[in-house]
């Protein structure tokens, strides 16, 4: 009875899912890995105002992260 209450009712969640994805993976970006493709849904879906967002924090996580060749 208990995992009844727990099962999603519609897939309305996982449909704004793919249309979040849809707006972020476009036709001139499909190289995206799928780490950066989810890093960037997340982000989406977190809706922090720009007056709010950590550029330096952003800027040192990016100098921090391995390079690729």
């Known amino acids: 009875m ?3 209450l727990v099962v999603m009712v519609s897939n ?7 249309s979040c994805q849809n707006r972020i993976k476009t036709k001139t970006r ?4 799928i780490d ?5 849904i ?3 879906y977190a809706r922090i105002p720009m007056a709010d ?3 330096a924090a952003a800027r040192e ?3 921090l992260a391995p390079r690729r060749l």
Do not use: I, K, N, W
């Not at 309305?12 to 793919?18: D, G, Q």
């Not at 499909?30 to 890995?33: A, D, G, M, N, R």
């Not at 950066?36 to 960037?40: E, F, I, T, Y």
């Open 12 to 18: 309305a969640e996982a449909e704004r899912v793919f």
């Open 30 to 33: 499909t190289l995206l890995s």
């Open 36 to 40: 950066q493709l989810d890093r960037l």
């Open 53 to 55: 967002f950590d550029f």
């Open 61 to 63: 996580e990016y100098l």
């Open 2 to 4: 208990c995992c009844c």
């Open 42 to 44: 997340r982000l989406s």
